[in-house]
Structures are given as C-alpha cells and as structure tokens.
C-alpha cells in the first residue's frame, strides 16, 4: 500500500467523520504497570459497529457508488464485523444486503447484522467456505461482491491508524491482529505514508497461524482448520493481495493460544474495563507475549472489536 499518501488517508477519514467521530488512544496506567512499558490502546471497539471494519464499509462503499452507480445490492462473507460494516453501509445507501456466515457463527454478530438491514446466510463450516458460497450467489443474483481485502477497505480502516500515529507518534512496535489482513495493512500504509519507523507486528491464533507459517516459508500455506473462538482471526488461507503487503512491512507476526488470548480479555476488564472479542484481545496478548522485550517502550495495541457473545464472554471472564 505504499502508494497511498496521507492525503488519501485524510481524505478517507473526513468521510468517515461524518458518519462516526474518530474513537480514542489511551495510554491506561495499570497495564503500564502490569507490563512495564506504556502501552497505548487503540480503540476500535468504540465504533458504530463494535470494530474497525465500518471504516473501510464507508470508504468502500462511497468508491462502489461512483465507480459502479448502478449496483443495487452487495454480497459478503464474514464472521461478523466485516459484515457489519457492510449492512450498516449499504443501508444507508439504500441497497440489499446479503450476508454469507459460517453455520457456526456468533448468534449475537448474525442479529447484528440483521439489524443493519442484512439477509444473514448460514452456509459451510469456516469462513472460506462462507466465502466461496458468497462469490456462487454472486453470479446467481447479481450481487456486487463486496471482498474481505481491497484497496479501499485499507485505505478506510488505515484512517485509525493514522489518528493513533497523530497522537502517539514515538510508538516502538505496535500489535495488530490479522485475519484477512485489512487492518494491518492499514496500520502499514499509515505509517509508511507518516515516515514513521514503528515496528508492525503481525498476530495471528495458533489454531490458524497460515500467515505466520506463509511469512516463515515465502510461500503461502494453508491450514486444515481454523478452531478458534476468536472468531476474527479464524481464517484457514491468508489473502495473497494482503500477504503480500505485510510480509514486505510487518516485522514478524507472533501467534497466540487461545488461553492466552482468554487471558488477555481479562486483563482487558481488569485494568480499563473495557471489553474485548477475542481477536480484539490477540494484540494485547501478544504483547504479554513480548513483554520482556517491550520493558520501558512506548507501544501500541489495537483493540479490533468488542463483538463476543455473552455466553463466550462470560465463560471466559469468569
């Protein structure tokens, strides 16, 4: 993305401040405390929709209406907050919705998305067979496939990244989760188009971590399954337009249990009360991770989203 300057990052930011305000930056004591280093949290689960994606729905959708003007419906796979973005976008354009989940998926993010307006389908056990049944009706209905990576949810989403960069500009490393690469992205295009030299650290869940074997290997890989309750980072392949862009910007990309990430939604509730999902969470755990490495820096996490059903959530907060 090194070809999207901070004009274009403003640009799509002043567009998306007249649907949401920018969410806030706080660098919380206790986790300072805990982990012996600063630690500013980004917090994308104070949006409209509970995570970062609405911004590149915005900024996606805006392009679909000039580009293509007259598209009457969209399409999407999802896990949750991807198509949320989408409803909640689309609607306030007045188009259809179709919405492709996994049979398994959150309760809570299907009602969600209903709620902006979304025809939700529950179709295939992961997110990638969602997927490739999204791209079948696509056809079959004429529907505008909205994909889970493109130039302009990137250049969308980068827009919490460069509020982040404004306010903390001296940051060491920051954590970004990945599932299908978007906010990373962002964050790279962010700090890039800045000048910054912020380390970007990729996290992805060890039960899929095809993005940190891909990294290791130069080679993109796959893995059998994705049995993650972080629901966000449960995907099987990395998007090859996405792994190209972290594998050049990204320092390394780290992979964290699901216990770990349990860990740190706690310590999420225990030190700013705020909540997390658990692909929110992965940033901070990974950081917990690294901690001895990060000891006296400046460091940011990125809180994805807030979307975790209650049942989850009260299971791990326990």
Not at 8 to 28: C, F, G, K, L, N
Not at 258 to 273: P, W
């Amino acid at each position: 993305m090194h070809y999207l300057t901070r004009e274009d990052i403003e640009d799509a930011a002043r567009h998306i401040y007249q649907v949401m305000p920018p969410t806030p930056q706080y660098p919380w004591p206790l986790l300072a405390r805990r982990l012996d280093c600063t630690v500013w949290v980004k917090h994308e689960n104070h949006t409209p929709t509970g995570a970062f994606k609405v911004r590149g729905g915005i900024t996606f959708m805006r392009w679909l209406k000039c580009a293509y003007p007259g598209t009457q419906g969209v399409i999407a796979a999802t896990r949750g907050n991807h198509g949320q973005s989408v409803a909640m976008a689309a609607q306030a354009m007045g188009m259809r919705t179709v919405i492709v989940v996994p049979v398994d998926n959150s309760r809570e993010k299907n009602i969600a998305m209903r709620g902006f307006g979304a025809e939700v389908i529950e179709f295939g056990r992961d997110f990638d067979e969602a997927r490739e049944h999204a791209i079948r009706l696509a056809k079959v209905h004429g529907l505008f496939l909205v994909p889970a990576f493109h130039p302009e949810l990137v250049k969308g989403v980068a827009t919490y990244a460069l509020e982040l960069f404004n306010a903390a500009p001296e940051l060491h490393t920051v954590y970004v989760p990945i599932g299908c690469g978007s906010g990373i992205c962002g964050v790279i295009a962010a700090r890039d188009a800045l000048g910054l030299s912020t380390e970007v650290v990729g996290v992805v869940s060890s039960e899929a971590d095809a993005a940190k074997q891909s990294l290791e290997t130069g080679e993109l890989r796959e893995t059998a399954s994705a049995n993650t309750f972080a629901d966000g980072l449960a995907v099987r392949k990395p998007v090859p337009e996405a792994f190209r862009i972290y594998a050049a910007g990204a320092a390394r990309i780290l992979s964290v249990t699901d216990d770990e990430i349990a860990e740190a939604m706690r310590v999420y509730y225990s030190d700013t009360h705020n909540l997390a999902e658990g692909a929110g969470a992965s940033a901070l755990a990974a950081l917990m991770q690294e901690s001895a490495a990060m000891r006296g820096k400046q460091v940011g996490v990125i809180l994805s989203g807030a979307n975790v059903d209650k049942g989850v959530y009260a299971k791990v907060i326990g």
